[in-house]
């Protein structure tokens, strides 16, 4: 139970972080910002699917309001977010949309 609470809190503070960004959409550091916290959400995704048993991972999800569809998405940004930026930003700058470079 000890990991449950731990991932459960890791979860409500990052959320709460994401949550208080979303009016400062006009910063210009909100995207890395953004991107960096879910980023960290789809990490602890993969974290509690290691860490937990299955009832305690869907009592966890339910408590995040996240269906499959939503917990997918957090763990692929967790994987993919901060490099998909990236990259679109080289591309932005070399006014190429297929080659980053």
Do not use: V
């Amino acid at each position: 139970m000890a990991a449950y609470q731990h991932i459960e809190n890791a979860f409500a503070y990052h959320f709460k972080r994401l949550r208080r960004l979303e009016p400062q959409i006009t910063r210009p550091m909100y995207n890395l910002e953004q991107f960096m916290l879910q980023r960290t959400i789809g990490q602890y995704c993969y974290l509690a699917e290691e860490m937990l048993e299955p009832e305690a991972l869907e009592h966890l999800k339910c408590a995040l309001r996240l269906d499959e569809a939503g917990w997918r998405e957090f763990k692929q940004k967790g994987i993919w977010g901060l490099d998909i930026m990236i990259l679109e930003k080289i591309q932005q700058h070399s006014g190429e949309d297929d080659s980053p470079f």
